[in-house]
């Protein structure tokens, strides 16, 4: 489907479809957690990345790399502006104020907001993200070979945060997302997302584009998306599917980097300019 393609809100709900049910699917064959703690310090560390706009009853997982500064900046502009007026009706409970994160609050407005606001999860393709970041510069420096080595040796049990997997940041089995936004598709489906949120019509929405990315990422091999499998099974990821239709999952690049020693000669020499 083309960039350019106009997509209508029926499509969009379909896809919505799509997508919550490959999750759901997922969720069913893992042993993840599905049932908020009933300690209010477990539960705030539990949910320490979901970000609440209180102003729009909306939250979402923030998930570094992902490429959504811009749509972060939009909501702490409205949360910080009096004068926006919203098109739908706000539920309870409300809280007034800049943007927050969910685990500020108590466990009682925790769950009435899991259960009541709007809940996104934004994804990206793993080698995006990863790509991304080192040309962010969280590589300190490195090459990319370097940078590649460093997430391998720390594994997954030691990641820092940067480099944890999405679903023990945004726990898609635990909540339940409205929408499971992609950012390859944002630019067509943001709009949707913010007009059914009540988002004012005069607000300017901002371009999800990432030229540099793109460009760099055409010099991934389509087989080695297809062939994945392997890699995943050493993490214990056996769901395949879900793997590449919600690109949960930030380790994959990483060992398929190992995996695959062909792609890291292909890519070194466009990424190695990053970091300086």
């Known amino acids: 489907m083309k960039d ?11 896809v919505q479809q799509l997508r919550k049910k490959t999750l759901r699917s997922f969720c069913s064959k893992t042993a993840k957690v599905t049932k ?23 939250l979402y997982c923030q ?19 009096e004068d926006v ?54 590589a300190d420096g490195l090459t990319f070979k370097e940078f590649i080595q460093s997430i391998l040796n720390r594994g997954p049990q030691n990641a820092s945060m940067e480099w944890k997997p999405l679903v023990s940041l945004c726990r898609p089995c635990l909540i339940q997302y409205d929408y ?55 993490f214990n990821y056996t769901d395949s599917k879900a793997i590449n239709l919600l690109f949960i999952y930030i380790f994959i690049p990483a060992i398929a980097c190992q995996q695959y020693p062909f792609l890291m000669e292909m890519m070194i020499p466009q990424l190695n300019y990053g970091a300086s």
């Open 36 to 58: 908020l703690p009933a300690s209010q310090q477990q539960a705030a560390e539990m949910l320490s990345r979901i970000a609440v706009s209180t102003k729009l009853d909306f």
């Open 85 to 138: 007026t919203l098109e739908v009706a706000v539920r309870q409970p409300q809280h007034h104020g800049l943007q927050k994160r969910l685990s500020e609050f108590n466990l009682t407005a925790m769950e009435a907001m899991l259960r009541f606001y709007t809940k996104v999860l934004f994804v990206r393709d793993p080698f995006q993200r990863l790509i991304s970041a080192f040309m962010q510069g969280l």
């Open 180 to 234: 499971v936004m992609m950012f390859g598709f944002l630019n067509r489906e943001v709009h949707h997302l913010m007009r059914r949120m009540g988002l004012p019509m005069d607000v300017h929405l901002p371009e999800f584009t990432d030229s540099q990315i793109r460009s760099t990422y055409s010099w991934l091999s389509e087989q080695l998306l297809t062939n994945l499998n392997e890699p995943c099974k050493f």
């Open 4 to 14: 350019d393609l106009p997509l209508t809100f029926d499509t969009l709900l379909h």
């Open 63 to 81: 998930v570094p790399a992902i490429g959504l500064e811009s749509l972060e900046w939009l909501l702490e502009v409205l949360e910080e502006k």
